[in-house]
Each structure stands twice: as C-alpha cells, then as structure tokens.
C-alpha cells in the first residue's frame, strides 16, 4: 500500500498528546491496556460456560429422579398427543407392581382376571423385547385402558413403580377420567403411608381396594377388581363372570 511504501515523518512525536487528554503524551500509552480489555473479554466470554459445566452435573446428580420423571411426563404428552382418538386400547389394564410380588399377581391375579377374559398387560410377559423399558411403560399405560398398581411396602419403595404410578396420573389428568386401579396389597399402617405424600394424597383422593386373605372376602375382591377396570356395576360384573365361567366350561366338554 501507498502509505507503507511512501517516505512518512512525524513531526514532534514527543510532543503529541492523546486525544481527549492534553497531560498524557503519545509516547508514553501502555500498549498492555488492551492486553487488559482483551483478557478481560476473553473472562466474561468463558467464564458463564465454564460455570454451567459445574453446576449441570451437581444439579443432575441432585435432581436425578425429577428430571428423569419430568422428561417420561413430556414423552408421555407427545405419545397422546399423536395417538388418535378413535384408536382402540389393546389391554384392559396395564399392571404395575414390584418384583416382590409377581408371585402373587402371577398365581392370583393372572389366574382370576384372565379368566374372566380380561386382558392384562405384565412387564415380563409383554413388554417388547430389546425396547428401552421407559418407551415400554409409556406404550403400555397409553395402550390400556386402566392401570392397577398393586400396592405394597415394596412397591412404595421403588422408584421404577412410583414413576409407573405417576405416568398414569398423567393420563388420568389429560383424559380427565378414572384411569387408576389402586390394590393396597398390605397392611400399612397410616403413619407410615404418610411418608410417601404422592401416594398418601392419592389415597386420599381415590377408593382402593383391599386384599384379604379370608377366602369369603377375596370372592368379593375380585369382583370389585373387575367392576374398577370395566367400569360396570358390581351386579354385572358378577353375571358376566358366570356367563363367562359357563361358557368356558362348555368349551372344555367338546
């Protein structure tokens, strides 16, 4: 360019000043000052980064669960979003239970609901196989009529059931409708119900059923089981269990 390659002299450099500030020569400006603004930049550029890569794991440690649960919510808000209203349910009812007590839903409740031509939809028996099990509850919650949570000590101290239990609370508030079978499995005193709140205040809210070991009161209970799912009147549920039974007898003679 012209201005490098052109002869240029400075007259007086020593006596030239800075503009806006006659005390302060040319010659004298420390260079380093915009070392300063640059570091300075450079700072408040890096450093909100830098705390958000310190704060995120601390929070998703802390707030794991939350998070997690917040996340299925709005997973199970987009499935019922796309899902058509015409769509029909593939299950009665979804069951929720712990681990601790398949024997009981496997011998008991598998055994008198089936029966009675009710279809039931079980984690081990029909979740999809190599699925992520989350995609798997939300599927079967949305893809049945009702849920059951079969209550006990156990299943209030599983995280994975207060999760399934909360998924269909969901979709009982969406569908604004009575989704939800509570079966209070054990005998738990109030106090100690307390210290769950979510279930407590669900409780409190809902009629559950209560398992008896008394073989007179269990007739009884499953009927009301039956008459919650279909959402019939417990002197049709009874007819139409004995329909049922007649009619499955008959198959078995021929």
């Not at 079967?140 to 059951?148: F, G, L, P, R, V």
């Not at 969901?170 to 307390?194: A, W």
Request: hydrophobic fraction near 40%; proline fraction near 3%; include cysteine.
């Amino acid at each position: 360019m012209w201005f490098r390659k052109a002869p240029l002299q400075i007259v007086h450099p020593y006596n030239l000043t800075c503009p806006g500030n006659e005390n302060s020569y040319f010659h004298d400006f420390d260079i380093h000052v915009c070392d300063k603004e640059f570091k300075l930049k450079l700072f408040c550029s890096s450093f909100p980064s830098i705390l958000l890569l310190i704060i995120i794991p601390i929070v998703y440690s802390k707030f794991y669960w939350r998070i997690k649960y917040n996340y299925f919510l709005f997973v199970a808000w987009l499935h019922e979003r796309w899902k058509s209203e015409k769509e029909l349910y593939k299950y009665d009812a979804f069951v929720s239970y712990n681990t601790h007590d398949e024997e009981w839903v496997y011998k008991m409740m598998l055994n008198m609901l089936e029966t009675s031509a009710l279809g039931l939809c079980l984690h081990h028996r029909d979740f999809q196989l190599g699925r992520d099990i989350i995609d798997n509850i939300v599927d079967s919650i949305h893809n049945c009529h009702k849920t059951i949570c079969v209550v006990s000590r156990s299943y209030l101290q599983s995280e994975w059931c207060s999760l399934e239990m909360q998924l269909a609370s969901y979709k009982l508030f969406d569908e604004m409708r009575d989704v939800l079978v509570l079966i209070l499995l054990d005998d738990i005193p109030d106090r100690e119900l307390s210290t769950y709140h979510r279930m407590r205040k669900l409780m409190l809210k809902k009629t559950y059923i209560t398992w008896s070991a008394e073989s007179e009161a269990q007739e009884l209970f499953w009927t009301k089981v039956e008459e919650a799912v279909l959402g019939r009147r417990p002197s049709e549920v009874v007819v139409g269990a004995k329909i049922r039974k007649l009619n499955h007898c008959s198959a078995e003679e021929y």
